[in-house]
């Protein structure tokens, strides 16, 4: 068990909707990366975030938003999905600093119909 | 931009054996982090080992052990008495003070009994 928390497992929706991705850190991190697994894509990095604020942005879409909240919980908002958004959806979290490794959650599958 | 390339789509090795997966990563930086992430079919991402680039002494955990040549920009796993669990997709991830990791493409290892 890694520690970082990822809700829900699955998620199954339409075109078009707007999908909302859920993750708790580790205690006692402070940093947060989401990242997007996809067979054409492999593992892309999408965003992360360091104690409430945006500290780096990788290959997310207009369409994506994310937020880091107080309680340091991270949430990752997908809107007017498209059938290829359709991934597994990780977040990661470290401590901070470069040199700690991150933990992974188990990801979020997205199935777009 | 950084790149890490996996040369190795899949790798067999025989239980009990040794097996060494590739990893070469293209970089402008001095200072950086790398890493070895297994993933196996339940999808989790699960780390194995990292490396420090400023350590000439290549890191190991256990049966695993990476062959670090900082000038080659060459990043090796090795897995010593290999097992049916270690099965699985293995990403090799570099990691700069911009804090993102980026993946390689993985490289599936296929233990047989």
């Known amino acids: 068990d890694s520690g970082v928390t990822q809700t829900p497992k699955h998620l199954i929706t339409a075109t078009g909707q707007r999908v909302t991705l859920r993750c708790s850190p580790r205690?006692?991190?402070?940093?947060v990366y989401w990242y997007q697994q996809s067979l054409d894509q492999g593992l892309q990095f999408l965003i992360q975030y360091y104690n409430g604020e945006e500290r780096a942005k990788g290959n997310i879409l207009e369409r994506f938003s994310a937020q880091q909240f107080p309680d340091l919980h991270s949430e990752l908002n997908l809107s007017s999905l498209e059938l290829g958004d359709s991934a597994l959806y990780f977040c990661?979290?470290?401590?901070?600093?470069?040199?700690?490794?991150?933990?992974f959650g188990d990801g979020t599958r997205l199935s777009i119909l | 931009a950084q790149t890490v390339t996996q040369s190795q789509p899949e790798m067999s090795v025989q239980e009990a054996e040794t097996v060494t997966l590739s990893c070469t990563y293209d970089t402008s930086e001095s200072d950086y982090y790398l890493f070895w992430y297994k993933q196996p079919p339940s999808r989790q991402m699960i780390l194995v080992i990292r490396q420090e680039a400023y350590k000439q002494q290549n890191a190991t955990e256990n049966r695993f052990s990476v062959n670090f040549q900082k000038a080659a920009k060459s990043f090796s796993l090795k897995i010593s008495d290999s097992q049916l669990g270690d099965a699985a997709m293995y990403f090799c991830?570099?990691?700069?003070?911009?804090?993102?990791?980026?993946f390689g493409a993985g490289t599936i290892l296929r233990v047989k009994s």
């Open positions: 991830a570099y990691r700069s003070r911009g804090n993102k990791l980026v």
């Open positions: 205690s006692g991190d402070l940093s």
């Open positions: 990661a979290s470290s401590v901070g600093s470069a040199g700690q490794p991150q933990h």
